[in-house]
């Protein structure tokens, strides 16, 4: 089976290394629709989590009209996840992550989807790999 996830780490800590992610999302023309830090949401619901989580949905409004004209069942899929959180299984070391859209995409077996999901995800890739630089 393919891999569901690219995961980078960095020295970065979290609230650095949403800044970066942000910048370099914005530098390939997607934004996040949506930021929930998980932790915060938990906690306003009685609940406790640590270390710090947080999850985006990102977008890329061209790409995203182009998936969904050729094929409305690509809805189910979008947005676009990253990931940013320390990791506790690694001393709480900074990760940034993103669901692969090629990985997705094999869920429609939908030929005409793999070239824009594998575009997008070489764009989503630099950004986070430029986000953990």
Request: one cysteine or more.
């Amino acid at each position: 089976m393919a891999e569901l996830d690219y995961t980078v780490a960095t020295d970065k800590p979290v609230d650095e290394a949403i800044q970066a992610l942000q910048s370099a999302l914005a530098e390939r023309k997607f934004s996040a629709l949506w930021h929930l830090h998980v932790n915060e949401k938990l906690r306003e619901k009685g609940f406790h989590l640590e270390p710090d989580f947080h999850i985006f949905e990102v977008c890329n409004p061209a790409k995203a009209k182009q998936a969904l004209e050729t094929d409305q069942k690509v809805g189910y899929l979008l947005p676009c996840k990253i990931v940013v959180y320390a990791d506790r299984n690694d001393g709480n070391r900074t990760k940034i992550g993103l669901l692969r859209p090629q990985t997705l995409i094999g869920l429609l077996d939908d030929e005409r989807l793999r070239d824009l999901a594998n575009e997008v995800e070489q764009e989503l890739r630099a950004a986070v790999d430029a986000a953990a630089r």
